[in-house]
């Protein structure tokens, strides 16, 4: 797991932890490039000047900001709304403020918080590991103890402990009000109120009246907006399927980058299983897919798993950066993040990957059994209760999940063929990808083969406001054929829903580069192919929504001599 991808892991799941009851947060990542008077405004707002003149001594990576101010800095806002926001007295140690920045590891926050991820003090770290000066702050709108709005601002720099100036320092730094009582330890609270909104608008954290939820800046940030796309999608694509969950991504130059997991073709299968699991996709037990209701164990639900065999048993390109995911289980539980791709042994035949949803009832269990990065189901986690059979749960779960999938795959396995009969079927896969698009009845009677054949090459690009389908088809007449031949040419563009029933048609337009055609309505047009004349038809969409799953469905019908099907 590298770097970007830790940190969508752990942004989103401090959102969807504080996430309020009953509602599914939004989260956007937003990329600043701060140059000229906006870098000299933010620069001195958060006080980094003061690290310049010791850079040499905080145990920083080399290329950071503090050693040459750069012409332009990156820092990356994670903000998130639907939220509880840093609640708590923000002068206690028990506040999530200063539990967020202050608190270094630990598990607090998995002993308190039921359908939680992990601890603050990893959530901390993986914030301040984005930063190549370890330097965060964060601004939270939230509600205090009377139910009153509260604002409070913090930040925090993680340096290594280091001496300056004849002082020993432990490399901590807080911008924050530096509290001093008689006989009490000096204490560095957070701003509040106007203070924290002032400040907030200075360093360019301003949120509207009213939102309630957190915003954190991550300075001098070298992670690729790309890349943490890639980490949501790789992590989170069940709550974004399953619950609609909200995540913008925007880079730097205020491009929009839409997450797609169903693009993905490493992730589409599991989403398959996923809709196995959750009953939105009919079951064919031995055949491609499967749905398991396991038993109670000790009195508790267990959990759904959802098999789906994969149509092919290619080996992955070693060359690619596609993961092999064959024989693979993505373990989620309540919060709705892959908290593991859980594999055991080698991959069988057919290949199978899956979805396991663990119940609410063994939930707490297994947060329990997870180490603070929360990317495992350990039966021997100190956290587990032994007196409750809680390690043998965890155990279960992954015995049962790979029982499972060694039971489906043995029915989902062909029966073996000759070889004979194994050429035969070879023969007739390689027609369907590479032959003719179709069948017809030849003029004149009796059955053939269409002498048209159709190839498309359409992909999905970016859009100002969404996305849209581009690309090229191919028409081709055999050489041999006798004869013009007229032909119907239909392309169809669609939204379509979980069950693949096509809903909302989408506009196209198509180029035929030259070819005498007749627009016979919005999606078909006539022409006539002489033997050998091939035809390139440019075909784009209207840009359509992000979120929207199409079916691209493009069809070549010859005619009859009366010009009729």
Same mark, same amino acid.
């Given at each position: 797991m590298?770097?970007?991808e830790?940190?969508?892991?752990?942004?989103?799941?401090?959102? &969807?932890?504080?996430?309020? %009851?009953?509602?599914?947060?939004? *989260?956007?990542l937003?990329m600043?490039?701060?140059?000229g008077?906006?870098?000299?405004?933010?620069?001195?707002g958060?006080?980094?000047?003061?690290?310049?003149?010791?850079?040499?001594?905080?145990?920083?990576?080399?290329g950071?900001? /503090?050693?040459?101010?750069?012409?332009?800095?990156?820092?990356?806002?994670?903000?998130?709304s639907?939220?509880?926001g840093?609640?708590?007295?923000?002068?206690?140690?028990s506040?999530k403020?200063r539990? !967020?920045?202050?608190e270094?590891?630990?598990?607090?926050k998995?002993? %308190?918080?039921? #359908?939680?991820?992990?601890?603050?003090?990893f959530g901390?770290?993986?914030?301040?590991?984005?930063?190549?000066v370890?330097?965060?702050?964060?601004?939270?709108?939230?509600?205090?103890?009377?139910?009153?709005?509260?604002?409070?601002?913090?930040?925090c720099?993680?340096?290594?402990?280091?001496? /300056?100036?004849?002082?020993?320092?432990?490399?901590?730094?807080?911008?924050?009000?530096?509290i001093?009582?008689?006989g009490?330890?000096?204490?560095?609270?957070?701003?509040?109120?106007?203070?924290?909104d002032e400040l907030?608008?200075?360093?360019n954290?301003?949120?509207?009246?009213?939102?309630?939820?957190t915003?954190?800046?991550?300075?001098d940030c070298?992670?690729?907006?790309?890349?943490?796309?890639?980490?949501?999608e790789r992590?989170?694509?069940?709550?974004?399927?399953?619950? #609609?969950?909200?995540?913008?991504i925007t880079? %730097?130059?205020?491009?929009?980058l839409?997450?797609?997991?169903?693009?993905?073709?490493?992730?589409?299968?599991? @989403?398959?299983?996923?809709d196995v699991?959750?009953?939105?996709?009919?079951?064919?037990?031995?055949?491609?897919r499967?749905?398991a209701d396991? #038993?109670?164990?000790?009195?508790?639900?267990i959990?759904? !798993?959802?098999? /789906?065999?994969?149509?092919?048993?290619?080996?992955?390109?070693e060359? =690619?950066?596609?993961?092999?995911?064959?024989?693979?289980?993505a373990? &989620?539980?309540s919060?709705?993040?892959?908290?593991?791709?859980?594999?055991r042994?080698?991959?069988?035949?057919?290949?199978?990957?899956?979805?396991f949803?663990?119940?609410d009832? @063994?939930d707490?269990?297994l947060?329990?059994?997870e180490?603070?990065?929360?990317?495992?189901?350990?039966s021997?986690?100190?956290?587990?209760?032994?007196?409750s059979?809680?390690?043998?749960?965890?155990?279960?779960?992954?015995?049962?999940?790979?029982?499972?999938?060694?039971?489906?795959?043995?029915?989902?396995?062909?029966p073996?063929k000759?070889?004979?009969n194994?050429f035969?079927?070879?023969?007739r896969?390689?027609?369907?990808?590479f032959g003719?698009?179709?069948?017809?009845?030849?003029?004149g009677?009796?059955?053939?083969?269409?002498p048209?054949?159709?190839?498309?090459?359409?992909?999905?690009?970016q859009a100002?406001d969404?996305?849209?389908?581009?690309?090229?088809?191919?028409?081709?007449l055999?050489?041999?054929?006798?004869?013009?031949?007229?032909?119907?040419?239909?392309?169809?563009? =669609?939204?379509?829903d979980?069950?693949?029933?096509?809903?909302d048609?989408?506009?196209?337009?198509?180029?035929?580069?030259?070819?005498? &055609?007749?627009?016979?309505?919005?999606? %078909?047009w006539?022409?006539?192919?002489?033997?050998?004349?091939?035809v390139? +038809?440019?075909?784009?969409?209207a +840009?359509?929504?992000?979120?929207?799953?199409?079916?691209?469905?493009?069809? *070549?019908?010859?005619l009859?001599v009366?010009?009729?099907?």
């Open positions: 590298d770097a970007a830790r940190l969508a892991r752990e942004a989103l799941q401090n959102s &969807v932890d504080a996430a309020r %009851e009953g509602e599914t947060p939004q *989260v956007a937003r600043h490039a701060y140059s008077a906006d870098l000299d405004r933010f620069w001195h958060a006080g980094l000047d003061a690290f310049a003149a010791r850079v040499g001594v905080l145990g920083l990576h080399s950071n900001a /503090f050693e040459t101010k750069p012409e332009t800095l990156r820092v990356l806002h994670v903000v998130d639907g939220t509880t840093l609640a708590g007295d923000p002068t206690s140690p506040s403020m539990k !967020l920045l202050m270094i590891g630990g598990s607090q998995v002993a %308190e918080d039921k #359908n939680s991820g992990g601890s603050y003090g901390k770290a993986v914030y301040s590991a984005s930063s190549r370890a330097v965060i702050f964060a601004y939270s709108r939230t509600h205090d103890a009377s139910g009153q709005p509260l604002s409070v601002l913090m930040g720099a993680y340096h290594r402990e280091h001496e /300056f100036d004849g002082q020993t320092t432990s490399g901590r730094a807080f911008f924050g009000r530096r001093e009582e008689h009490i330890p000096i204490r560095h609270d957070p701003f509040v109120g106007d203070e924290a907030a608008a200075e360093l954290m301003s949120r509207e009246e009213g939102d309630i939820g915003t954190i800046a991550i300075v070298p992670l690729k907006m790309g890349d943490i796309k890639r980490g949501v992590s989170w694509w069940p709550k974004i399927r399953r619950e #609609n969950f909200r995540v913008n880079d %730097e130059d205020g491009q929009r839409h997450l797609r997991p169903l693009l993905d073709p490493e992730l589409r299968p599991f @989403i398959d299983a996923l699991a959750l009953g939105r996709s009919p079951e064919q037990s031995g055949k491609s499967r749905k396991f #038993n109670k164990l000790d009195g508790k639900k959990g759904q !798993l959802g098999l /789906f065999a994969l149509a092919d048993d290619q080996e992955v390109d060359m =690619s950066d596609q993961v092999d995911r064959r024989d693979t289980i373990l &989620v539980r919060p709705g993040m892959v908290v593991q791709y859980y594999r042994g080698f991959p069988s035949h057919p290949p199978v990957v899956g979805v949803l663990a119940d009832d @063994i707490d269990i947060r329990r059994s180490p603070p990065e929360h990317d495992q189901w350990d021997n986690a100190d956290r587990l209760d032994p007196s059979k809680e390690s043998e749960i965890v155990q279960s779960v992954h015995a049962r999940i790979w029982r499972e999938l060694r039971t489906f795959q043995k029915f989902a396995r062909p073996e000759s070889d004979g194994r035969l079927q070879l023969e896969e390689l027609a369907k990808l003719p698009t179709g069948k017809r009845e030849p003029i009677g009796g059955k053939g083969e269409t048209v054949s159709l190839r498309p090459d359409v992909l999905i690009e100002a969404g996305l849209k389908v581009k690309g090229q088809v191919t028409i081709q055999k050489e041999d054929h006798e004869g013009d031949l007229p032909v119907i040419v239909t392309m169809r563009l =669609s939204s379509i979980e069950g693949h029933r096509h809903l048609p989408i506009a196209l337009t198509a180029s035929f580069n030259g070819a005498d &055609v007749e627009k016979v309505d919005e999606a %078909e006539r022409l006539r192919l002489s033997p050998g004349e091939k390139d +038809v440019e075909v784009e969409s +840009v359509y929504e992000p979120d929207w799953t199409v079916d691209f469905v493009p069809r *070549v019908k010859p009859g009366e010009g009729k099907a």
